[in-house]
C-alpha cells in the first residue's frame, strides 16, 4: 500500500504523514479512497477463490471435493463477501477518489467521518470470515438468508453474520452521507447540479438509495437476531409470524441494493465512451432523468423475487408490469451511449475496452432480466441457473467491467504514469473470454432445469458445467494480472500528462498527474 | 461418458459445433407435457426472439459504429449530443413492445390461476432432504426418497442414468385429469418444482399453496428442489409417474392393500434378526443422510450414533429421542414419519450394527404402547 | 480538511447530517413497520392464505341456496411434534353464508406435558378473505396431558360474496410445538 504514497511528489504544504499512523488516523480522501479499494480488491480475491471451490466441486457430477454443507457455506460467504466487500467498497473507493476532484472539492465533507466508515470494514468483514472457523461453521444459508433457514435452523455463527451486517450498513450509511453532503456543499461555484459529471450524478442517487434502504437491512437482522436470541416470532408461523414477510422485506432492500451496485457502474460508463469516442455524451438530461427514474422504480418491484411464494394474481401482474417497466430507463440509457459513440471518433485503449463489453453484456443481463421480469414464465426460471446467469451477468461484466474501467481510466491521475496498455488488453481479453465461457453457459442448463445452490447435479448437465468451470478459473487466475498491472503502473512507466487522454474532459483532467494531496485548495471557476 | 467428457476438457478450445446436437447439450426449455408449460413455453421464446431482434438493432448501430467510425480510419466526431424527439421516440417505442409482451403474459398467468375443480388433491409436504406425497381422497401417504446410492454420489461407482433424479417412490397421477397440488413443509422452505409440468411452487412451514396441472401423456417427470433448504438441498428430487386411469386405479389398490399388510405386520411377533435386517433398509432410507451409512455421523450438526450413550443407553431413552425427536437440534421426530415397525426396526437395528452388540430389542407393540 | 471549509460550509454540513441521518432512523423504523403495516395489508387482501380472528356474526346473516362450496381440511404436524391431529370430518359442502362446525382431534402422545399451536393457512389464498371462523381452537394455545386426547372445535361460516370462480377453499391447520416458549415466559 504504501507503494502508492511513495510515488506522491507531493509540495503541497501539508502532505500525508509518514508511516502506518497515516493510514490509521487519515482523513484525506485519496487516502480513504485508495484504502476502499485495496480492500475490495483483497475480498474481490478472497470472494473469487470461494468462487473456485464451487466450481472446482461442480466441475463433475459427483461429490469431490468438499461435503454439501461446506459448500453451502462457500455459495453464502462467496455471495456476501462479492456484494458488501468487493463491489459497494470499490464504488465509494472510488467516490473518494474522483467526486471531490470532479465537484472542484478539496475533500470530502466530511473527512472525520470518511476515516470511520472505512475502517469499519475490515472489522466486519473479520468478524464475517471468522465464522468460517467456529463450530458449525460460517453461515449457510445463502446471501439471502431466507428464514427460518436462517433463524431456527441456522448455525451459531449467524449471531457474527448480523452483527457483521451491521457493520457493513453503519459504513455503507456514513459514506453515504459525506456523498451526499460533498456534493450538495461543495461544488465548485458555477457548477450548477445540472453541469455535473454523470458518475457524480450517479453516485449522488445511489446515496440516496444507501440510506434509504440500508437501515431496512439493518432492521431485518435486527428481527432475525430477536427471533433467535429474545423468542420473538418475526418469521415463525408458531408464533403468528410469517416467514414469507422476511422475503419482503429482506427484497425491500435487495432490490434497491442491486441498483446501488450497478447505476455508480453507469456513471463510470458515461464518463469513459464519451472520452474515447472524442464527443460529447448524447442525451445528458434524459441520461439523469433515466438513473433517477429508476432508482424510484426499484422500491415498488421487490416481490418479483418472489413470483413462486405464492401472491395472489393481482400481486403477480403488479409486479410483473412494474419490473417491465424498468427496461424503459435502462434502454433509454443504452441507446444514449451508443448514440454517443455513433459517428464519433472512436479509439479503444483498455478502458474503452471495459465500457464497450459493459454495455453490451450488461445488455445481455438486461434481457434476460427482462425475460426473469413474466412472471408466468419465471416458474420455470426462478432459483434455476438461469437466475444465477442473470445476475452474473449484470454484476460481473456489469459493475465489475465498470470498476476495471474506471481503475484504467483514471489510474494515470492517480500514480501519474500510464499503465502497461498490452498488459491492459491481454487483461480485457481473458477476462472478457473467461467470463463468457463461466456465465454464458449457466443460461442454457438453468433453462434445461439446474436449481441453483446444488453441490451436485444430474448427468444432463456435465457438460455445460465443465464448461463454466474452466472459464472461471481462466478468469480467475487472470485478476492476477490485474493486479500485476496496477503495482507496475504504481512503481513507474511512461509519465501521463494532466489530461491523460485526448478526448477526456471535466476537473479532474484540469489538475496535475499524479493528482496532488489535496485537490482543490482554490475552488476553479465552471463557465 | 466420464471419459467422452474428459476429452472435451481437452479439446474444448476446438469445440465443434455438431456437439450440440447431443442431448446432453439441452440449451432451452422443456416444452412440457401440459397446456400451461407449453403456453408457458411459447412465451418464452416470443420475449426470446423480441430480445434478440432489439439485440440485433442495438449491437447493429454499436458495432457499424466501432467498425466505421474509428479514429484510425480517420473519422472526425460529430457535434450533435441532443435530441428531445429521438429520446421520446425512443422512450415510446419500447414502451409499446413491452405491452406487447405484457398481454400474452397475463393471459397465461389467468390461466395458471384458475381454479376450477379438481379430480385429485395431493398434499406435498417438504422435510429436510425428502418430499411426502398425501393423496387425500383415497387416504394414504408416503415419503419420496432420493435413491441414489451413496456410492455413487461419492464416485464410489459409476452413475446411472437419473443419477440424483430418482427415487424410491415416485408420487403416481393418472392423465388428462386435474390434479392440484397443496403444498407446505414441515421445517424450512422448500420449494417443488416439475419442469414437463410448468409448476413451481414453494412450500412455506405454517402455510399452503396450490397449484395444479393436467398431464396430457403418460411419461415419468423429473424434478428437484428449486429453494436452499440446508445440507442436502441438491439431494431431493421429485418424480412423477403419469399413467392412465386404470393404471392409477390399480395402484391406489395396490397402495391400499400394502397398508393394511403393513398394519397386520404390526401385530407379528419379530424376531431380532428381522428386525435388524428391516432396520438396515429403514436406516439407509431415513437416516443416512444425516447420521451415515457408518453411523459414524457428521459431527457437530450429526452426532454419530456408533458408540453413542443413546444408542448403548437405556432403550427408552433411545425410543424417546427418535420417536419424538430433539428439540432444538436436526433431529427430527420420526413418531409421524415411519410406522411402528419401521420405528421398532430401526432402534433396535441401531442398537445392534456397527459393533454396537446390545442384543436387545423392541417389538412394535412395544412402540405403539409407548406413543 | 475542516480548516479549508468556511463556517457556512460546515454548517450546511451539519445540515445535510441531521437530515440524512432523519432519514436514516426513519427507514429502521419503516422496516419495522413494514410488520403491521403487511399484517394489515395479508388481512385486507388475503395475502398468504392468511386468516383473521375471531368474526363476529350478525343476525341477519343470509344463506345463498344457490350454490355448495367444498371446504376441505388439512393437517400438518410441524418438525418436532410428535402429536397425533388430524380432521374428524375431511371435507365438508357448505352453502355460503351458513355457519358449520367441525372437529379436530388431538393427541399428545408423548410422555410430557406439551402445549401446541395451530396455524390456520387457506389455499387459494384469494379465499381467506371470505373464510370467517368464529370459534377456533387456533385462537388459543392448547395443553395436553401426558397420553390425553382431545376433539377441538372449529366454528366456521364461508362469506356469501365468495367469488364465483371458487369452489373449493382448503383450510390447512399446522401444529407446532410451543412447549419451550410458553415455560421460558412464564418463568
Known sequence: ?527 | MLSRRRLIALALPCLAVTEFAHADWQVNMTRGVTDVSESVFNLHMTIFWICVIIGIVVFGVMFWSIFAHRKSKGAKPAQFHESTTVEIIWTIIPFVILIGMAIPATGTLIQMYDTSDSELDIKITGYQWKWKYDYLQEDFGFFSNLSTPQDQIYNRDDKGENYLLEVDEPVVIPVNKKVRFLVTANDVIHSWWVPDLAVKRDAIPGFINEAWAIVKEPGIYRGQCAELCGKDHGFMPIVVKAVSDEEYQEWVLAKQELARQEYELKNKQWSLEELVERGEQVYNKSCAACHQASGEGLPPAFPALKDSAVALGPIENHIDVVVNGVSGTAMQAFGPQLSEVDLAAVITYERNAWGNNKGDMVSPQEIAQSK | MTDDNTHTGQKSNRKVVIWTLGVVVGMFGFGFALVPLYEVFCEITGLNGKTGGRYEVSSTIEVDDTRRIRVQFLTNNNENMPWQFKPVVREIKVHPGEQMKVEFYAKNTTGKIMVAQAVPSISPAEGAEYFHKTECFCFNQQTLQPGEDINMPLIFLVDKNLPDRLHTLTLSYTLFDVTEKTTKTKS
Open chain 1, 1 to 527: 500500500m504504501s507503494a502508492v504514497v511513495g510515488e506522491h511528489h507531493d509540495d503541497h504544504h501539508h502532505g500525508p504523514a509518514k508511516g502506518l499512523t497515516r493510514w490509521i488516523y487519515t482523513t484525506n480522501h485519496k487516502d480513504i479512497g485508495s484504502m476502499y479499494l485495496w480492500f475490495s480488491f483483497i475480498m474481490f480475491l478472497i470472494g473469487g477463490t470461494m468462487a473456485l471451490v464451487i466450481r472446482a466441486e461442480l466441475f463433475e457430477p459427483g461429490m469431490q471435493i468438499v461435503d454439501p454443507g461446506f459448500f453451502n457455506q462457500m455459495t453464502t460467504m462467496h455471495g456476501l463477501i462479492m456484494v458488501f466487500g468487493a463491489v459497494m467498497p470499490a464504488f465509494v473507493g472510488l467516490a473518494n477518489w474522483l467526486i471531490p476532484m470532479m465537484v472542484g472539492a478539496p475533500d470530502m465533507a466530511l473527512p472525520r467521518m470518511n476515516n470511520w466508515s472505512f475502517w469499519i470494514l475490515p472489522f466486519a468483514f473479520a468478524l464475517l470470515l471468522s465464522s468460517l472457523f467456529m463450530e458449525g461453521g460460517a453461515p449457510n444459508f445463502g446471501w439471502t438468508f431466507y428464514a427460518p433457514l436462517s433463524t431456527t435452523y441456522a448455525p451459531p455463527s449467524v449471531t457474527y453474520f448480523i452483527f457483521g451486517v451491521h457493520m457493513m450498513g453503519v459504513s455503507s450509511i456514513m459514506g453515504a452521507i459525506n456523498v451526499i453532503a460533498t456534493i450538495l456543499n461543495l461544488r465548485a461555484p458555477g457548477m450548477t447540479l445540472m453541469k455535473m459529471p454523470l458518475f457524480v450524478w450517479t453516485w449522488l442517487i445511489t446515496a440516496f438509495l444507501l440510506i434509504a434502504v440500508m437501515p431496512v437491512l439493518a432492521g431485518v437482522v435486527t428481527m432475525m437476531l430477536m427471533d433467535i436470541h429474545f423468542d420473538t416470532s418475526f418469521f415463525s408461523a408458531a408464533g403468528g409470524g410469517d416467514p414469507v414477510l422476511f422475503q419482503h422485506v429482506f427484497w425491500f432492500f435487495g432490490h434497491p441494493e442491486v441498483y446501488i451496485m450497478i447505476l455508480p457502474a453507469f456513471g463510470v460508463a458515461s464518463q469513459i465512451i464519451p472520452t474515447f469516442s472524442r464527443k460529447r455524451l448524447f442525451g445528458y438530461p434524459s441520461m439523469v432523468y433515466a438513473t433517477a427514474s429508476i432508482a424510484i422504480l426499484s422500491f415498488v418491484v421487490w416481490a418479483h423475487h418472489m413470483f413462486t411464494v405464492g401472491l395472489p394474481l393481482a400481486g403477480e401482474l403488479f409486479f410483473m408490469y412494474a419490473t417491465m417497466l424498468i427496461a424503459v430507463p435502462t434502454g433509454v440509457k443504452v441507446f444514449n451511449w451508443v448514440s454517443t459513440m455513433f459517428r464519433g471518433s472512436l479509439t479503444f485503449e483498455t478502458p474503452m475496452l471495459f465500457a464497450i463489453a459493459f454495455v453490451i453484456l450488461f445488455t445481455i443481463g438486461g434481457f434476460s432480466g427482462l425475460m426473469l421480469a413474466i412472471a408466468p414464465v419465471d416458474f420455470q426460471y426462478h432459483d434455476t441457473y438461469f437466475v444465477v446467469a442473470h445476475f452474473h451477468y449484470v454484476l460481473v461484466p456489469g459493475a465489475i467491467f465498470s470498476i476495471f474501467a474506471a481503475a484504467y481510466y483514471w489510474l494515470p491521475k492517480w500514480t501519474g504514469h500510464m499503465y502497461d496498455e498490452a498488459l491492459g488488453k491481454a487483461h480485457f481479453w481473458l477476462s472478457f473470454i473467461g467470463l463468457n465461457l463461466t456465465f454464458f453457459p449457466m443460461h442454457f442448463v438453468g433453462l434445461a432445469g439446474m436449481p441453483r445452490r446444488i453441490p451436485d447435479y444430474a448427468m444432463q448437465f456435465a457438460d455445460f458445467n465443465m464448461v463454466s468451470s474452466m472459464g472461471a478459473f481462466l478468469f480467475g487466475t487472470t485478476q492476477l494480472l490485474f493486479l500485476f498491472i496496477v503495482l507496475k503502473c504504481i512503481r513507474g512507466g511512461k509519465k501521463a500528462t494532466a489530461q491523460v487522454w485526448e478526448g477526456a474532459d471535466g476537473l479532474e483532467w484540469t489538475l496535475p498527474s499524479p493528482a496532488p494531496y489535496h485537490s482543490f485548495s482554490e475552488p476553479p471557476q465552471v463557465k
